[in-house]
């Protein structure tokens, strides 16, 4: 006797939707493809989901949760925060293709309670940092907080030209020096 678990399924189905939105985008991907690549029916998937843009949105959330999840921020250690988005990227390829099919479809208009809330009390740790003089206060949190995610990922989606001044088994350490840099104090 087969047992139902809607869990299982559910995260089979993530798994699939995040390797065909990687490969294929929003407009490409198709229901039936990633049904099949999750082992399940169309059917199924429409149960869970109205359509793939609510499936697209879905898979978004759950990288979010993920990454806030697995990679936490300490505000008084950036740079090896950096390194662990750095490595992070480097360990889920599939997730850093999806995330820039993301932000190419949904661009600024996507306003994701996830990503506000992340955002918001990662900002407020970094103040903290600052009022603590383990982070300069010469940038307002908030724009440090966007250089760190910047520096942290910007070689999971290189041009190959740039791609080409750093070999990458220097690119961590630069990312490591770079967010270092960028945080000591020089306030006088």
């Known amino acids: 006797m087969r047992t139902r678990?809607?869990?299982?399924k559910r995260q089979l189905?993530?798994?699939a939707a995040l390797a065909e939105f990687a490969e294929f985008?929003?407009?490409?991907a198709r229901i039936d493809r990633l049904a099949k690549r999750a082992g399940i029916s169309a059917g199924l998937v429409y149960s869970f989901y109205k359509g793939k843009d609510e499936l697209f949105d879905a898979v978004f959330d759950m990288i979010v949760d993920t990454t806030v999840a697995t990679v936490p921020l300490d505000a008084d250690r950036l740079p090896e925060y950096a390194g662990q988005l750095y490595d992070a990227g480097r360990a889920n390829p599939q997730v850093m293709r999806f995330l820039m099919w993301y932000h190419l479809l949904r661009g600024e208009s996507a306003q994701r309670a996830s990503v506000a809330e992340s955002m918001?009390?990662?900002?407020?740790?970094?103040?903290?940092?600052?009022?603590?003089?383990t982070v300069t206060t010469a940038?307002?949190?908030?724009?440090i907080l966007a250089l760190v995610?910047?520096?942290?990922?910007?070689?999971?989606?290189?041009?190959e030209d740039i791609a080409r001044l750093v070999p990458e088994p220097q690119r961590r350490s630069l990312v490591l020096n770079a967010v270092t840099?960028?945080?000591s104090s020089t306030d006088t």
Request: hydrophobic share 45%.
């Open 5 to 8: 678990n809607p869990e299982a």
């Open 13 to 15: 189905l993530f798994d």
């Open 25 to 28: 985008g929003l407009a490409g």
């Open 120 to 133: 918001r009390a990662k900002v407020e740790a970094i103040e903290q940092a600052q009022q603590r003089g």
């Open 139 to 143: 940038q307002p949190a908030a724009h």
């Open 149 to 159: 995610l910047t520096v942290a990922n910007m070689w999971h989606q290189p041009t």
């Open 181 to 183: 840099t960028l945080i």
